[in-house]
């Protein structure tokens, strides 16, 4: 069993900072690539961070230059960091990571944690 456990939400005016932390914990082998997404009310889910095994980053457009993702492979926790948070950053944010766990390379998600940032 693999749990990936999200920390860090909250509410923030314009302008400002969150960090969000994601751990997993459980029967893990190796995780491969984690990833940070976010799904707005009435919007489909999207990758706003991506990091692999080997420290490679990708971000979207509208993220890049404000949002920086990083992993501590060793604790097994994906990071992000967000500063200059806009109005519409406001989503929930979930983690993700591509796990080896038990023999089997599975797909895992957090349960989401809540950016609201205010205008």
């Known amino acids: 069993q693999v749990q990936l456990v999200e920390s860090g939400g909250g509410l923030v005016q314009a302008g400002g900072s969150l960090r969000l932390s994601c751990a997993a914990s459980?029967?893990?082998?190796?995780?491969?690539?984690m990833g940070w997404y976010r799904q707005a009310p009435g919007k489909q889910r999207e990758l706003v961070a991506g990091?692999?095994?080997?420290?490679?980053?990708n971000y979207p457009d509208s993220v890049k230059g404000r949002f920086t993702i990083s992993r501590d492979n060793a604790k097994n926790t994906v990071y992000l960091q967000m500063n200059s948070l806009k109005p519409e950053d406001t989503a929930v944010y979930y983690c993700n990571a591509l796990i080896i766990s038990l023999g089997r390379y599975n797909n895992y998600w957090g349960q989401g944690t809540q950016v609201t940032v205010s205008s």
């Open positions: 990091i692999t095994s080997g420290g490679t980053t």
């Open positions: 459980g029967s893990i082998f190796s995780i491969n690539a």
